[in-house]
């Protein structure tokens, strides 16, 4: 029975240690940043930090991260106070269908946690395990960017 | 201008309705108007309000100041809902923010057909511009009475009609009335100059919420008591479910039910992680026949020439004067099938509910049809059955959202009460969506003595693009495999003449002759449909590729050599601005670089596109690199000029992802390419810079810019790759290992 630190509070759960921690978030408690995309680890929808590091949810056991703080997109921000990168999302309406946005946004905060102004091609290098189909690739790169110049 | 509008209403009480004031407009007393849509008393009406002609079946002012929009056509994330919101507010004349979206309820919203095509502007954009004009003028006209000041003298603010130091707002105006009233589409739009959202990019309504991780999808549905369900799909095509020890699946901790009915094999848990470990413990329980002699992915351009084909000449009009030709070029080009690959699998809920009412969330493209077809293979009627559009990932055609809904339905009757949750694995996605179907295509041309074109002799070779639910359960993968199965309907080659497979075939250019042949097959290598185009980007390719060798075979320019015989100044005007931004006229040629153009009007009468690009090939790797894309558009007249530019450089993005790496790999043993590393798509490091120049059309009807660019990217590729190493490919996808082969 784990308890997981999930955006700042601690939850405890009546799920098997087993349990993939993309499940756990999304069904015990009914967050929907992020999201199955494979469950093989191949595509980064379902992104989440662990310790600020990027996780891919779908392949981390829940029994494996307590004790440890998972962000997930809902706690980087909300519709009415958006996180800065979110925010940039919105304003360079980088997104067709989002689906992929949950593991860009996370993947693209654990890469500005470390690297503030990245450049262009480090960004591209940062987001190329992350897949998007709908083809939003160069405003995703902008959002980044923006974000970037802001720092 | 348009003649002054003068309705005739009708005053009654009004419907009061789930505490929001219905202002039903209905059919005024006059034959005309009564008589059935089909009859030819009943004027035309433009876009989808030729079949759905009540203004109440689209808008309703509603209490608190809001207004509501009921539309047909869904979001796909191609952002019409924001696009329709923005004609509505413009013409109507409310506030943006005052409008609320009901979107894709069959119980609820006007049937317009499934969302696809490039249509949903032209349909759905144009019928909500003149149902909200004309609402506009009969409020007008109703305020005009009711203040006593001439209709002319008011003008309408956000909701507020306004004269002569007098005011009332729509709100007011409504209230203890019911209008009845037929679209005219008669009343005048609003003036370019007054204009406040159409021509504008306003920022797309869903994107926050998604940015946020708010439910919006499907997926994030969580009705009390959801239980989740799996399937357990045939291991291939054709497969019969011979036996099934089911016992040990159902002692598992969570298990509710086993669901088998023929060969459809289903489960339902309590948790989801439960529901997945049942369906592998049952896929290893199962015992299938497989069928033996099936085609292969490389076999199949063979394959189709063996087929029972549907010959059609779809255009015939050789050339009149006989004398010979100085040279005759014949090539064939090749497309293999591709994916719609969403990043979300497909996903669905249904409900069964206590009055035998089946409801069920879907991210379907056809909620009607998918209805009809879910009804059918249940037995049951129609009006048992509901479908509510919520949004998915991305779908760019047709692929699992139709059949994961007929899996939930399914289960969903097995358990009754329970919302059931059936989300397809990647697996399950990759392998038994309908593909993007293989094409083959063999132009031959006859030449004059400067290269130009006297005879153009063009033919297709395709299955299916169209496989839609359409009605019927027989479309649905679990129907196909029920105790008592619905039969596959025997394929049509859909639509108009250039239409389908043949979308875009018949070319754009003025050649002094041309014919057009159609060898359609109706069986099947692999499950296909529509996918994103049908067979324009296939007939796009063949044609500015060919187009292409045809121009450096006459030693012309290829701008050059288009524009001779291209006469269509829309046409034109895209191809000329596409070069002019590229910089065509003083690129400079160096080693291992390389640019092509390629130009369509997506089938023929809808957005006007042309594509130039530099590549860069790396001859030891057989690597192409795309450097750039410079895009030149027409859609006719803009609304959101930011969401036709997402349109046009994400289907430049995918089509170049179609087009370098994707092939689906299948033989007897099944389809192989099952996941992202077996069926790779374009990354980050891969995508080049996008420059996308919008030429707007003012006055010109909306054209629907969601499938334009993907057939010029194609070709603009291989265009640019044969400037750049001297070698042309004319079987996609480009991969390196091709490449490197032919550079060797």
Redesign the interface.
């Known amino acids: 029975m784990p308890v997981l630190k999930v955006n700042g509070q601690s939850h405890n759960l009546a799920v098997p240690d087993d349990a993939p921690l993309l499940y756990v978030l999304r069904n015990d408690l009914k967050l929907n940043g992020p999201k199955f995309g494979c469950g093989l680890s191949q595509c980064g929808a379902c992104t989440v930090l662990i310790d600020g590091q990027p996780v891919r949810s779908c392949v981390t056991q829940a029994g494996a991260v307590v004790g440890q703080d998972i962000t997930t997109l809902e706690g980087l921000g909300t519709p009415d106070k958006p996180h800065k990168l979110q925010r940039a999302f919105i304003d360079e309406q980088a997104a067709q269908c989002g689906y992929c946005a949950n593991g860009m946004i996370m993947r693209a905060k654990a890469l500005l946690d470390t690297t503030p102004t990245p450049t262009e091609s480090e960004i591209r290098v940062a987001l190329d395990g992350n897949l998007c189909r709908c083809g939003v690739h160069q405003r995703i790169i902008s959002a980044v960017m923006r974000v970037s110049r802001e720092a | 201008m348009n003649a002054p509008f003068k309705p005739r209403f009708n005053r009654r009480e009004v419907l009061a309705g789930g505490g929001s004031l219905a202002l039903a407009f209905s059919v005024p007393v006059s034959a005309a108007a009564q008589a059935p849509a089909t009859a030819p008393a009943a004027p035309r009406l433009p876009g989808d309000l030729q079949t759905n002609r009540k203004l109440s079946m689209w808008l309703r002012i509603e209490e608190g100041g809001k207004v509501r929009l009921l539309v047909g056509k869904v979001e796909?994330?191609?952002?019409i809902l924001t696009a329709v919101q923005q004609v509505c507010a413009e013409e109507l004349g409310v506030d943006f923010n005052r409008i609320v979206i009901t979107s894709g309820d069959t119980s609820l919203v006007p049937n317009e057909g499934v969302t696809a095509g490039s249509l949903s502007m032209p349909g759905c954009g144009t019928a909500v511009r003149h149902a909200s004009a004309d609402a506009r003028g009969i409020l007008v006209d109703l305020a005009a009475q009711r203040l006593g000041v001439d209709a002319a003298k008011l003008d309408v603010v956000d909701g507020t009609i306004s004269g002569e130091g007098k005011q009332i707002t729509f709100w007011e105006l409504v209230s203890g009335q019911e209008l009845e009233v037929e679209a005219t589409a008669k009343a005048p739009l609003r003036a370019k100059d007054k204009r406040r959202y159409i021509g504008k990019?306003i920022?797309?309504i869903?994107?926050?919420?998604?940015?946020?991780?708010?439910?919006?999808?499907v997926?994030?549905l969580?009705p009390d008591g959801m239980v989740h369900g799996r399937i357990v799909r045939l291991p291939v095509y054709d497969a019969k479910l011979v036996s099934v020890d089911t016992s040990g699946v159902e002692k598992l901790p969570g298990v509710l039910k086993v669901v088998r009915d023929g060969s459809f094999l289903g489960v339902i848990a309590e948790?989801?992680?439960q529901a997945i470990r049942a369906a592998e413990d049952l896929r290893r329980a199962a015992k299938w026949d497989t069928p033996k002699d099936v085609p292969t992915w490389e076999t199949v351009y063979d394959w189709m020439q063996k087929q029972k084909l549907q010959d059609k000449v779809i255009k015939n009009e050789p050339r009149k004067d006989r004398t010979a030709a100085a040279a005759t070029i014949e090539v064939e080009y090749r497309r293999p099938f591709h994916m719609h690959?969403?990043?979300?699998?497909s996903c669905a809920l249904a409900t069964l509910g206590d009055d035998g009412m089946m409801t069920i969330q879907t991210h379907s493209q056809s909620v009607f049809e998918t209805r009809n077809a879910i009804a059918m293979m249940l037995g049951v009627d129609r009006a048992k059955v509901r479908c509510q559009h919520v949004?998915?990932?991305?779908c760019?055609g047709h692929n699992g959202a139709d059949d994961v809904a007929a899996d939930a339905a399914l289960l969903a009757r097995a358990q009754p009460g329970r919302p059931v949750r059936v989300?397809w694995?990647?697996n399950d996605e990759h392998k038994w969506e309908p593909y993007g179907a293989a094409m083959l295509t063999r132009i031959k041309a006859g030449v004059d003595g400067n290269g130009n074109v006297l005879d153009w002799d063009y033919q297709l070779w395709s299955t299916s693009h169209g496989t839609r639910p359409g009605n019927d359960a027989g479309n649905l993968l679990a129907g196909q495999v029920l105790e008592k199965p619905f039969p596959l309907p025997t394929p049509v080659n859909g639509g108009p003449p250039n239409y389908a497979a043949d979308r875009n075939a018949i070319a754009m250019y003025d050649f002094p002759s041309q014919v057009v042949t159609t060898h359609f097959i109706t069986s099947f290598a692999a499950r296909t449909s529509s996918t994103r185009g049908l067979g324009a980007y296939a007939n796009v390719f063949s044609i500015e590729s060919f187009m292409d060798e045809l121009a450096h075979r006459a030693k012309v320019d290829p701008l050059e050599y288009r524009l001779r015989v291209l006469k269509n100044e829309r046409g034109r005007a895209v191809l000329q601005k596409a070069a002019e931004n590229f910089g065509w006229a003083t690129w400079r040629k160096t080693p291992g670089r390389g640019r092509g153009i390629a130009y369509a009007q997506y089938k023929n009468l809808a957005t006007y596109c042309a594509i130039a690009m530099e590549v860069e090939v790396e001859r030891n790797t057989g690597k192409i690199r795309v450097l750039r894309a410079v895009a030149a558009t027409d859609s006719g007249e803009v609304v959101s000029p930011?969401g036709i530019r997402?349109?046009i450089?994400?289907?430049?993005?995918?089509s170049l992802?179609w087009s370098l790496k994707e092939a689906v790999r299948f033989d007897a043993s099944g389809v192989h390419s099952d996941?992202?590393?077996s069926y790779p798509?374009?990354?980050?490091?891969e995508?080049p810079?996008?420059e996308v120049e919008l030429i707007d059309r003012p006055g010109q009807p909306f054209l629907g810019a969601g499938e334009a660019s993907q057939g010029p990217t194609g070709a603009a590729l291989a265009n640019a790759v044969f400037d750049a190493v001297g070698v042309r490919y004319r079987e996609l996808p480009l991969t390196p290992a091709k490449v490197k082969l032919a550079l060797s």
């Open positions: 796909l994330g191609q952002g990019s920022p797309r869903d994107i926050p919420a998604k940015m946020t991780g708010q439910p919006i999808y997926q994030d969580r948790r989801e992680e690959a969403s990043i979300g699998p949004q998915g990932s991305g760019y989300q694995s990647r930011d997402n349109q450089e994400g289907g430049i993005i995918q992802s996941d992202w590393i798509i374009l990354t980050f490091s995508v810079k996008i």
